[in-house]
C-alpha cells in the first residue's frame, strides 16, 4: 500500500477564519498535516503583536479537525521544517505571491526543489470581519497612548531596536512598512527618527533651530496620521528650560515616544560640521537642570528624555563624554546618545563599552552616520539600545531627484528620465489607496 503523502502549512494568525479552515480542510485533503505555528516574535516582525501567545495558538491549532501535528515555528521561513520533515507538499494561499512574503515563497520553492516536495497554492479568500479586525487592531496601535510606550517595549523585549528617519507622511510610510527578508526572518525598523537635519532640508532651510516648534509639530502629525510605529524627536538644543518643560508635556501627549535634546547652547549648528562651525556646549549643570525640569514636567513613565553628548564633536574627549554621561543620567535622564563625526568607530565603541561598565541600565543610543561600518549585531555587543539611520531617506531620495530634473533639461523633454528613473505613472496613483 503507497505510504500516506505529508503536508505542511504555517500559520501566523490568531484570528482563525473561514478562509483558514477552508485551507486547513484541502491541506488534509492531501496527506497527514503538520502545522507550523509562528513564534509571538515572529509575528510581530511582521504583522504586530499576537494576541494569544504562541502555546496557546498552538494549542488552538491542535484542536481543528485535519491537523494531525503541531509545531512551532522560529522563523517565517520554511527552511527548519521542510529540512527536517521533508513534506510531499506545502500549502499556502496565493496571497504571498507580492508583498513582503514574495522572498519567503521564493526561498520555499527553492527548498522543496532540493528533495522533490511540491507547493500547492490556493485562492486566498478575504474575510471581511477578520479584515476589519485587523484594520482595527492596527489603528489601534496609532493611537497616541499605546504608541508612546511601545518604544521602551520593544527595547526591553528586543535589547537593540533601529530607527530611521522620516521627515513627511511618505518616508513615513517607508520606514513603516519596508520589509525585507534575510536567513529566514522578515526585518523591518522598529521606529522613525524625526530628524532636525531632515525637517530643515525639507523645507529648504539650514539645521540651525530655525524650523520652528509648530512647523515640527506639522511633520510629526503629518507622520503619525499614516504610521503606527514608535517616533523619536531630535528635540535640537531643547531651547529654553522654560520652553523644554512645555515640549516635553506637547510630545508625551501627541504620543511620540522619547525627545533626544543635546547639551549645547547658542546657535545651534549639526554635529557633523564639528569645529568647523562655531558651537559651544553646554555645562553639566545647566544641562542637567534642562533634563531635570523636563523629567518632573512628565506624565508618564514611558516618555524618555534621552541626553546627547557632544563631548567627542567637540574633541573634549572620551572622558568629558563619560562624566557628562553620568551626570545626565543622575539628573533623570533615561539614556544617552553619544556622537562623533569620525568615520573610525573605536572611539565611540570605547565610551559605549566603560559607559556599560557602570551602568548596565539607562537607554544607550548612537546615530551611525560617519562610522557606519558597525552593524547592528555588533552594536548590540556593545550595549546600545537603539541604532538611528538618522538622513538616509533624504540623502538617497535629492540625488534622485535632482539627477531626473537635469536629465529632463538636457533632453528638453521627459522621455529619457522616465525611462531611466520614474516609476510608472499608475504605481504612484495607486502607491497610496484609499481607505
Ligand atoms: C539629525 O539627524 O538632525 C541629527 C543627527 O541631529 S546628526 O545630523 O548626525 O547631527
Ligand atoms: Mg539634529
Redesign the pocket.
Known sequence: MAEKKTVFMSIGTDVIHGGHMEIIHKAAELGELTVGVLTDEVVASYKRHPLLTCEERMKVVAGLKGVANVIRQNEIGYAVPLRTLRPDYVVHGDDWREGFQKPVREECLALLAEYGGELVEFPYSHNGEYDRLEAAARAQASIPDLRRGRLKQLIERKGLVTCM?AHNGLTGLITEKTAVMVNGEIRQFDGM?V??????TTKGKP?IELVDFSSRMNTINEIMDVTTKPMIL?G?TGGLTEHFVYTVRTLERIGVSAV?I?DKVGLKR???FGTEASQQQDSVENFCHKIAAGKKALRTSEFMIIA?IESL?LDQGIEDALNRAFAYVEAGASGVMI?S?RKEPDEICAFCRRFREKDQNAVLVV?P??FNSVTEEEWKGYGVNVV?Y??HLIRSGYPAMQKTAETILRCGRAKEADEAYCMPIKEILTLIPEE
Open positions: 528617519e527618527w530628524s532636525s537635519l531632515c525637517d530643515s539645521d531630535d535640537d533626544i543635546e549639526n554635529s557633523l546627547r564633536i556622537h563625526r546615530v552616520t560617519s538611528i538618522a538622513n
